[in-house]
T-cell receptor
């Protein structure tokens, strides 16, 4: 257990639908990062939140949105889903201001759009 | 901004041999260089990292070297074992956001 909790682990939904992925960061970590990983692909950075505020945006589609709540958990909302959105979605967290910049990843949510 | 290139994309080595994966970065301000291992269907896990004030770091069969002048860093795995089969990602950062290489699929042949 990495300390980063992602739910659900698996999600199967139809095209056009909307889903919400949830992430609880490791205790003490203020930053949350969302990544998309399609089959046999690299880690595509979507968005970063730090202590409730959006800090950086990557290649996140307009159909996708995210937020970080006061208790630091984060949600990634995916709407108008397409077949190509099928992927593993990882959340990672890190503590900033310390010596370590390393990320700790959750186990991911496997999204299948049918 | 920072850009990280990783080579090779696939590496096949005989069990017991050594494996080397190389990354280059563009931003001279980058000061932290981690390596992650991702087994099939699982989360990436940090296996070793190095900071810009250090040239080399070892942890058992794994080592990382950093050449700041040439802006490249490498992962060395000695005495490879079947459980080393995975995708390895390098990353670099001048701030708190990691910029990732594209990954190297390491195959260990029996």
């Amino acid at each position: 257990d990495s300390g980063v909790t992602q739910t659900p682990k698996h999600l199967i939904t139809a095209t056009g639908q909307r889903v919400t992925l949830r992430c609880s960061p490791r205790s003490g970590d203020l930053s949350v990062y969302w990544y998309q990983q399609s089959l046999d692909q690299g880690l595509q950075f979507l968005i970063q939140y730090y202590n409730g505020e959006e800090r950086a945006k990557g290649n996140i589609l307009e159909r996708f949105s995210a937020q970080q709540f006061p208790d630091l958990h984060s949600e990634l909302n995916l709407s108008s889903l397409e077949l190509g959105d099928s992927a593993l979605y990882f959340c990672a967290s890190s503590v900033e201001g310390g010596r370590s910049y390393g990320y700790t990843f959750g186990s991911g949510t496997r999204l299948t759009v049918v | 901004g920072e850009n990280v290139e990783q080579h090779p994309s696939t590496l096949s080595v005989q069990e017991g041999d050594s494996a080397v994966i190389k990354c280059t970065y563009s931003d001279s301000a980058s000061n932290y260089f981690p390596w992650y291992k991702q087994e099939l269907g699982k989360r990436p896990q940090l296996i070793i990292d190095i900071r810009s004030n250090v040239g080399e770091k070892k942890d058992q069969r794994i080592a990382v070297t950093l050449n700041k002048t040439a802006k490249h860093f490498s992962l060395h795995i000695t005495e490879t074992q079947p459980e080393d089969s995975a995708v390895y990602f390098c990353a670099a950062t001048p701030n708190y956001q990691l910029i990732w290489g594209a990954g190297t699929k390491l195959i260990i042949k029996p």
